[in-house]
T-cell receptor, first 114, second 117 residues
Framework: DAGITQSPRYKITETGRQVTLMCHQT?????MFWYRQDLGHGLRLIYY???????DKGEVPDGYVVSRSKTENFPLTLESATRSQTSVYFCASRRDPANTGELFFGEGSRLTVL | AQKVTQAQTEISVVEKEDVTLDCVYE???????LFWYKQPPSGELVFLIR??????QNEISGRYSWNFQKSTSSFNFTITASQVVDSAVYFC??????????????FGKGTKLSVKP
C-alpha cells in the first residue's frame, strides 16, 4: 500500500530554473492538493484538483503551475524558481467524496532555491 | 473569514507532565470540521482526529484527549503523561462544509512540543 509518494524528496536548484515536483497516489482519490510549509506560516494551499483535468488556485498560486492529466498524478511546476519558493512542499489527497474526510499527505519535498 | 489560531508557538515539558495545546478557530459556517495533525521530526504529517461541528463530545484515545467547545470556538488537545516520542509540531486545521477549495484545510501555524526526558 504505497499511498502518496512525492519525488524528489530533496532538490536544490538555482533562481530562474524550472522545477517539477511529482506527486503520485495509488488510492484513486478524486481530490488532490499541493501545500507549502514555511516557518511562521504553517501550511498554505497552492493549488488543488477535484478530478483529472480540473484544477483551481488556492491561497498562494503565483509562480506555480499544475496539471492533472491522470487521476493518480498531480505534478507541481515552478516555471522560473525564485528564492521565495524555498520551502517544503506537501502533496495530499482526500478519500471522502464529501467534504468531510481527512487529507492524507505525502512525505514532503524540500526545495532550496539558490 | 475562516481562521485557525494556535497561540502557543513552542511548548517545552518534562516527560510525564500533562500538556494542553490550544486551538481557536473562526468561521461563519454552521457546518464545519476540525482536525489535528502531528508532524514529527521526520517531517510527515500524521492525521490524529477529525470532529464535526455537531459533535461536541470530548474524545479520548489512549493518552490523547480532545476538548471541543463551540461556545468558545476552541478545539484543544491534551496529552497526558507526555513521552519523548510526543515531541513534534502539532497542527490544528479547519474545513468548512461549503465554499471554495473543495474541502481545503485551513491550518494554524502549529505548536512545537518538546518533551524532555
Amino acid at each position: 500500500d504505497a499511498g502518496i509518494t512525492q519525488s524528489p524528496r530533496y532538490k536544490i536548484t538555482e533562481t530562474g530554473r524550472q522545477v517539477t515536483l511529482m506527486c503520485h497516489q495509488t488510492w484513486s482519490h478524486s481530490y488532490m492538493f499541493w501545500y507549502r510549509q514555511d516557518l511562521g506560516h504553517g501550511l498554505r494551499l497552492i493549488y488543488y484538483s477535484a478530478a483529472a483535468d480540473i484544477t483551481d488556485k488556492g491561497e498562494v498560486p503565483d509562480g506555480y503551475v499544475v496539471s492533472r492529466s491522470k487521476t493518480e498524478n498531480f505534478p507541481l511546476t515552478l516555471e522560473s524558481a525564485t528564492r521565495s519558493q524555498t520551502s517544503v512542499y506537501f502533496c495530499a489527497s482526500r478519500r471522502d467524496p464529501a467534504n468531510t474526510g481527512e487529507l492524507f499527505f505525502g512525505e514532503g519535498s524540500r526545495l532550496t532555491v539558490l | 473569514a475562516q481562521k485557525v489560531t494556535q497561540a502557543q508557538t513552542e511548548i517545552s515539558v518534562v516527560e510525564k507532565e500533562d500538556v494542553t495545546l490550544d486551538c481557536v478557530y473562526e468561521t461563519r459556517d454552521t457546518t464545519y470540521y476540525l482536525f489535528w495533525y502531528k508532524q514529527p521530526p521526520s517531517g510527515e504529517l500524521v492525521f490524529l482526529i477529525r470532529r464535526n461541528s455537531f459533535d461536541e463530545q470530548n474524545e479520548i484515545s489512549g493518552r490523547y484527549s480532545w476538548n471541543f467547545q463551540k461556545s468558545t470556538s476552541s478545539f484543544n488537545f491534551t496529552i497526558t503523561a507526555s513521552q519523548v516520542v510526543d515531541s513534534a509540531v502539532y497542527f490544528c486545521a479547519l474545513r468548512f462544509q461549503y465554499g471554495g477549495s473543495q474541502g481545503n484545510l485551513i491550518f494554524g501555524k502549529g505548536t512545537k512540543l518538546s518533551v524532555k526526558p
